[in-house]
């Protein structure tokens, strides 16, 4: 995280002292650098340059306007998976020929939504959806674009828990039911079938899944015989979470997503979330107990698993840095845990650890994906604030919830 490294002994995002935030800002809150956020999307589309993609943000990954906007003026579409997703990403300014709308479960609402805005595909994921989407658009009117989703019973290195390419997933379709729709699809007369997709996981950090899956679709296309406009390849691209995760190699994998697109004559779609986001924040929290166990030292925080869900979720991997670094050292083994009243709000335990003491401040690390927009109110908590900084400006970019918002609820 190069725009988030210690200067002297504190943490600093950008050029601004994380100490200093905590001295006008109430904790917990994500702290995002903008900075990190084009970085990250320069460098994805710079391993890509030949192709000339059409990057689609995924939203769900962080579904805050004002990052959608900064990702906009990048030049970025936007992936949605819901109605919601859909109108977020049209009120940053992106527009809807940009936007591709996933997701297995698309309600009729959702469906005559994306077909009014004229985006440019929708994401089919089963032979009921199409026949749905093709009876809407009948209705009103117009001839809709859409992709198929491929399920290309693809093996990824990743937690089971966001596993999308095996057989046994509820995503896409198998290869044998797609070019049986391929080959059928010219009964569907409101629905232009102009493209093919494919997503097959997230958080992988190996080249191999994904060059697999170019031998499927590419034994799709000649099965097939049809010239897709699109060939959507989905996300999925992992970061670096760990000291011993590896990082991806996208310059191999970026030749031969060349040589395919030529050969074929398409335009290529990506999807990244976490590749572009992940790493650009830090959600800082206090330490708001020490509380000495049989056998280790508890750090109760005052963020929870309402706050930062990945861990109790995916059984996640995020390190916690200390604002103001010490040379003095814990006695004994530190688990760091939330306030929550569950087992499995908990986020790290270390066995060495630099001396803590109550009211320090922490900060969890690479939280910018599935973050915030995994939050919620569990245990009637508010929404924390978002906060960005962009050099030395510092700006709230979603405002912590009023309690009394909920108490209505």
Do not use: W
């Not at 903008?34 to 059409?54: A, C, D, M, T």
């Not at 997709?197 to 697999?212: A, D, W, Y």
């Not at 020490?290 to 508890?298: H, Q, Y």
């Amino acid at each position: 995280m190069s725009y988030v490294r210690y200067k002297n002994n504190d943490l600093f995002v950008e050029n601004v002292s994380v100490k200093k935030i905590v001295s006008k800002f109430n904790t917990p809150f994500y702290l995002y650098s903008e900075g990190g956020v084009i970085q990250n999307y320069k460098s994805f589309l710079n391993n890509f340059k030949k192709s000339r993609p059409l990057i689609c943000f995924s939203v769900k990954a962080n579904s805050n306007i004002q990052i959608l906007k900064i990702l906009k003026k990048m030049g970025s579409g936007a992936d949605v998976v819901s109605g919601g997703e859909l109108l977020k990403a049209i009120k940053s300014g992106i527009k809807p020929n940009k936007i591709v709308f996933s997701g297995v479960g698309k309600t009729e609402e959702e469906i005559r939504l994306a077909i009014k805005k004229n985006i440019l595909l929708i994401n089919v994921e089963s032979e009921n959806e199409a026949i749905l989407i093709n009876k809407v658009a009948g209705k009103l009117k117009k001839k809709t674009s859409i992709g198929i989703r491929l399920n290309p019973d693809i093996n990824a290195p990743t937690h089971k828990k966001i596993s999308t390419g095996k057989a046994e997933d509820k995503f896409g379709l198998s290869k044998t039911s797609l070019i049986s729709f391929c080959l059928n699809s010219k009964k569907l007369r409101n629905l232009r079938l102009n493209a093919i997709s494919v997503h097959i996981g997230s958080q992988i950090l190996s080249e191999n899944p994904f060059k697999k899956t170019l031998r499927v679709l590419e034994e799709i296309i000649k099965k097939t015989k049809i010239n897709f406009k699109f060939v959507d390849l989905g996300g999925g691209f992992g970061i670096t979470y760990k000291k011993s995760d590896r990082k991806i190699n996208l310059k191999n994998y970026s030749n031969l997503v060349e040589k395919f697109r030529r050969k074929y004559n398409c335009n290529i779609i990506f999807e990244p979330g976490r590749a572009i986001v992940g790493d650009t924040a830090i959600l800082v929290t206090k330490v708001q107990y020490l509380k000495k166990g049989s056998n280790k030292t508890f750090a109760i925080l005052n963020a929870g698993m309402n706050d930062f869900m990945r861990i109790a979720l995916y059984d996640a991997v995020h390190n916690i840095i200390p604002v103001v670094k010490n040379n003095k050292k814990n006695k004994g083994p530190l688990e760091f845990v939330g306030p929550i009243c569950e087992t499995t709000c908990k986020f790290i335990k270390y066995n060495k650890y630099q001396k803590l003491n109550q009211s320090d401040y922490v900060a969890i690390s690479d939280v910018g994906a599935y973050g915030a927009s995994l939050s919620s109110n569990y245990n009637t908590k508010p929404l924390i604030a978002e906060i960005i900084i962009n050099k030395t400006k510092v700006r709230v970019i979603r405002k912590k919830q009023d309690i009394k918002s909920l108490l209505n609820q």
